[in-house]
């Protein structure tokens, strides 16, 4: 029995010791002390019996350092530069190993990591900016979803950080970079909840990609202006994904239809606004009721400055409304059109001011609208006299020429609505008003004068007519005569 | 009322013994017969020309001839002068139809054979009068400065181009350098508003002298009847008054084409622009244009432009030249190989311009 | 016979037909006179104003400051520096088509529809623009400042 038991503890620590023994150089490097080795206990290769030689080559069962460490047996000492890359990617873009180790992880990180802005030259022009090491470290390195990894999405902050956050490193590279994209990020929604732990909210590699990043001025990135939409819905318009936060996830969906959306979009006009220019980027917070129009206004300058000197500035602040919000909506976003103007049922005017008492805001909105439309209409009417002065084949180029001031004029009032003075409206709508009216005339002084040319050729036809037809009278009695005389001769 | 005319007749007669003129003008005669009609045609021609004249004095008063101000000088005639659109539209409309007046006068003239002795000055001066023109006709088409003439310009000085030996000079003497360009407007206009009137009234005034003097020309077939049995009329009152109720017909043409069928205006040269499509010169040249067209290329050594420009020339020539070798017409003889000509070419050039126009 | 019997009746005709003759007559020369006599005076406006010419006067126009010229159809901004140097841009703003001027204060070019600046080298620097604008050749001959298509 006992020998049994010796053989079976020999077989045992025999086999523990092979085990061990399969990974000399850590047994060795431990008893040393050195910190890779201490770190290499908790790394996932090692958790799957991947040894030193994995990386470093070597022979791993060779208690001899010399045997061990032998060039001849695979040795590479310590990668440096992109070799360090490289030998990562020896078994991680290589879809058969992987495969062997039962894992569902990727295998195309590499070749992303050479063609983004990381796997660009750095400035010793040796190897690339970035290695893999960079980001997961090189000996302890964990599963994305362990908390004690440096890319765990509560970690990867940090760990851009390190080189984003580091003004004297980012000067090297690209010195018009902001450094400060972390300290807004603390303010931000995603920041605070991922300081508080919460691993499902954006952190900077759910936008920007972990192995795929590029510059944001390229086209194919996520964060270039016409994809970014697209980002943030990727979790913004999730419901499943949401489920726990209690905000809508419908904004995707509306901002496409809506006017920036449709021009960001479909129009690929990079001037109209995706998520980030209203909410923030890296401090994304929605702004506060107050400051509404302000954030509409670092593009609609006139009409926000309009807005805020206007009576409804007070108003909406005092009720809690959030400004350009309440009449036009946040993220669908409707074309502004006439129709929104007025006191009837049906514009955006009657959800507050009613007809009781004449009040001054019906009054207002009936005002504005009547003056809108008749701009349109005078407008319409000179350009349909004109058309008709040109088919006539008359010369209106002058009057045609000054269409453009009244069609200014329609795009001033539209502006100057927002100062919500009828007023002030009528101010400006009386130039287009005057304009129109000067065209008007010209056209149909133009066209008159087409109907009197034709009159006018009438008469003297009629004259011609007359003259000639007596003219011809006379010559034959003239002729009548003189045959007349000349038998009186014969 | 009687008695002033009177006595502002006597008072002329004093200084230029007004009364031989008379007595000669009132034993003008016009022969009556089948080929009458045609005798108006000249004066048709004179009628238009004065309008011309007219009309083109009047636009003088406010066309301005500078390549940036030429269109639009002539949109402000249009548009903001009064019956500024009536004059301009009238001349143009005139040009047209005087060309096509002079063409039937011309071509009545040739099939009666009223060029042959004695009258072939009259021929000639008339000949001349019609190059010039179409000159006339070439120069003026280009002062508006709108797109069509300006490449109708550079077409048609490239053609003159083309000429041996002489043709790049002439070319770079009527373009005012080697391009069309506002230089070339400005010898347009002096040659459109001094150089061919002038040389014009030369012609004009020999030639009306000749017919005056010399009387109007009787067909064969007339001047062969007894002269007691000859149809004739005086030519004042009778013929003139028949004439200026014809030129009044013709001005009231003249006024309807004026309103109902404006002269387009079109756009602005621009000499950067590529050449619109379908480019082509007025009617009066179209026919010789069209059939530049249909020669090839090049004909054994000659290139085929040359060749065109040359048989042209040459045809014009014979032509002008015609009371000189027509020799059995100045005798008295009937020359049937005339008509035969006459009706060729006008049948070539009706064809030729109609497919130019439709093509 | 004939005769005595026509006289008579001719006399009346002769009367009749000569008065609408001479009738017909001076109504056919006015319908000719009027419209040339009215076409002889001169028209409100005297002259053809073609900008692509003129565009002003050098000595009466300030430094920093614009004016705004009709070249054609198209309106032209005319801005004279505070160095003294003219330049001349297409005055039709590249965002919505308004007509923009020049504004001494902001020392641009500015669009009063939407808040569009353009600066003295007709870039657009600000606002919803998307292009520069047009720029025109500005020459000065003696005193008079002529504007010309750039080529």
């Known amino acids: 029995m006992r020998s049994v038991m010796c053989v079976v503890v020999v077989c045992v620590g025999v086999s523990a010791q092979t085990a061990l023994a399969a990974d000399k150089c850590l047994e060795c490097h431990g008893t040393v002390g050195d910190k890779p080795s201490s770190l290499f206990t908790r790394d996932i290769h090692h958790l799957k019996g991947i040894s030193c030689t994995g990386c470093h080559g070597g022979d791993a069962s060779a208690e001899d350092m010399e045997k061990a460490m032998d060039r001849r047996a695979g040795f590479i000492g310590v990668p440096k530069g992109d070799d360090v890359s490289a030998v990562c990617a020896r078994c991680h873009s290589n879809a058969t190993t992987m495969a062997g180790f039962q894992s569902v992880l990727p295998t195309n990180q590499y070749v992303l990591l050479q063609s983004s802005v990381h796997g660009k030259l750095s400035i010793s022009g040796k190897e690339r900016i970035v290695q893999c090491t960079t980001c997961h470290n090189a000996h ?19 760990t851009c950080a390190r080189c984003h956050g580091d003004a004297k490193f980012m000067r090297l590279y690209n010195p018009s970079l902001p450094v400060d994209q972390l300290a807004k990020y603390r303010t931000s929604v995603h920041g605070v909840k991922n300081a508080a732990g919460d691993a499902r909210t954006a952190q900077c590699a759910s936008c920007h990609g972990s192995h795929d990043i590029l510059s944001v001025k390229e086209v194919k990135s996520k964060v270039y202006p016409t994809n970014i939409p697209a980002t943030c819905a990727s979790c913004h318009s999730n419901a499943a994904y949401m489920a726990g936060y209690g905000i809508p996830t419908d904004q995707f969906e509306k901002y496409a239809k809506g006017v920036h959306g449709v021009a960001l979009l479909e129009k690929h006009d990079l001037g109209a606004p995706a998520c980030n220019n209203c909410h923030g980027n890296h401090g994304a917070m929605p702004p506060g009721v107050e400051s509404i129009s302000k954030v509409c206004g670092t593009c609609h300058v006139l009409n926000a400055d309009l807005f805020s000197s206007s009576p409804h500035k007070k108003g ?15 993220h669908d976003i409707v074309a502004a059109s006439n129709v929104l ?8 005017c009657s959800r507050c001011h009613s007809a009781q008492d004449r009040e001054k805001g019906f009054v207002a909105a009936g005002v504005m609208r009547v003056l809108i439309d008749s701009l349109q209409r005078a407008d319409d009417r000179a350009r349909v006299l004109v058309d008709e002065a040109e088919q006539k084949g008359m010369e209106i180029s002058e009057a045609k020429y000054k269409l453009r001031d009244v069609r200014q004029s329609r795009l001033e009032t539209r502006t100057i609505v927002h100062a919500f003075s009828a007023e002030k409206l009528r101010e400006t709508a009386g130039k287009g008003f005057a304009t129109a009216a000067g065209i008007s005339a010209e056209a149909e002084h133009a066209i008159d004068e087409y109907y009197f040319r034709r009159v006018g050729l009438g008469v003297a036809t009629f004259s011609i007519t007359v003259l000639a037809v007596s003219l011809y009278l006379y010559i034959r009695r003239l002729e009548r005569k003189q045959r007349q005389a000349e038998a009186v001769h014969y | 009322m009687k008695t002033i005319w009177n006595r502002l007749y006597a008072w002329i007669d004093e200084r230029v013994q007004l009364n031989d003129l008379v007595t000669f003008m009132a034993k003008k005669y016009v022969p009556v017969h089948r080929g009458s009609i045609w005798y108006y045609f ?10 011309q004249v007219v009309t083109g004095i009047l636009l003088l008063l406010y066309y301005k001839g500078s390549d940036s101000l030429a269109f639009e000088s002539i949109q402000f005639i249009m548009s903001k002068v009064t019956f500024g659109w009536l004059i301009r539209s009238i001349h143009s409309w005139t040009a047209n139809l005087f060309i096509f007046a002079v063409l039937i006068h011309m071509f009545s003239v040739f099939f009666e054979r009223a060029y042959r002795r004695p009258r072939e000055v009259t021929w000639l001066t008339g000949m001349l009068m019609l190059f010039i023109g179409l000159g006339f ?14 490449f109708a310009t550079k077409v048609g000085t490239d053609i003159a181009g083309v000429i041996p030996v002489v043709g790049k000079p002439i070319m770079i003497f009527l373009r005012g350098g080697p391009d069309v360009t506002g230089a070339t407007l400005s010898r347009f206009f002096g040659f459109h508003i001094a150089v061919l009137p002038g040389i014009f009234t030369v012609l004009l005034a020999i030639h009306l002298l000749l017919v005056q003097r010399q009387g109007m020309s009787q067909p064969q077939e007339f001047e062969s009847t007894p002269d007691d049995s000859k149809k004739t009329m005086p030519f004042f009152p009778n013929f003139l008054l028949r004439d200026l109720l014809f030129w009044l017909i013709v001005l009231n043409i003249l006024a309807m084409l004026a309103v109902f069928f ?15 499509a379908g480019i082509r010169p007025e009617w009066y040249f179209l026919f ?26 040459a045809a014009g020539l014979l032509w002008l030249l015609v009371p000189f070798w027509d020799r059995k017409s100045s005798r008295g003889g009937r020359n049937r190989l005339i ?7 006008v049948v070539y050039i009706i064809t030729f311009t109609l497919l130019g126009w439709f093509l | 016979m004939n005769e005595h019997k026509s006289i008579p009746a001719d006399g009346g005709k002769r009367d009749f037909l000569k008065y609408i003759l001479g009738g017909s007559l001076i109504a056919w020369a006015v319908s000719v006179l009027y419209p040339l006599m009215a076409y002889l005076r001169p028209p409100v406006q005297t002259e053809v104003e073609v900008s692509s010419v003129k565009a002003g006067k050098l000595s009466t126009f300030d430094k920093d400051s614009g004016t705004i010229v009709r070249f054609g159809n198209k309106p032209v901004v005319l801005v004279r520096a505070s160095t003294g140097e003219l330049r001349a841009f297409s005055a039709t703003c590249t965002h919505l088509d308004c007509t923009v001027q020049y504004r001494k204060d902001m020392g641009v070019i500015w669009c009063a529809c939407h808040n569009g600046k353009y600066d003295l080298n007709g870039h657009n620097i600000a606002g919803p623009p998307p292009r520069p604008l047009d720029e025109y050749r500005v020459v000065v001959q003696g005193d008079d400042i002529l504007i010309s298509k750039r080529t």
């Open chain 1, 316 to 330: 909406f602040d005092e009720l809690g409304k959030p400004e350009c919000e309440t009449c036009h909506g946040n």
């Open chain 1, 140 to 158: 302890g390195i964990a599963k994305v979803t362990d908390p004690a990894s440096p890319v765990y999405p509560v970690n990867a902050v940090a």
């Open chain 2, 339 to 345: 008509t035969y000509i006459g009706l060729f070419v």
């Open chain 2, 262 to 276: 404006p002269w387009e205006l079109g756009r602005k040269a621009d000499p950067f622009a590529p050449a619109p």
């Open chain 2, 288 to 313: 010789m244009f069209q059939s530049l067209k249909y020669i090839p290329a090049r004909l054994w050594f000659i290139d085929g432009e040359i060749l065109g420009v040359l048989l042209f020339g």
């Open chain 1, 341 to 348: 103007l007025g006191n009837f049922p049906g514009a955006v």
């Open chain 2, 137 to 150: 006709g070439f120069s003026g088409y280009l002062l508006p400065w709108n797109e069509l003439a300006f």
């Open chain 2, 42 to 51: 000249g004066g048709v021609s004179l009628f238009l020309f004065i309008i």
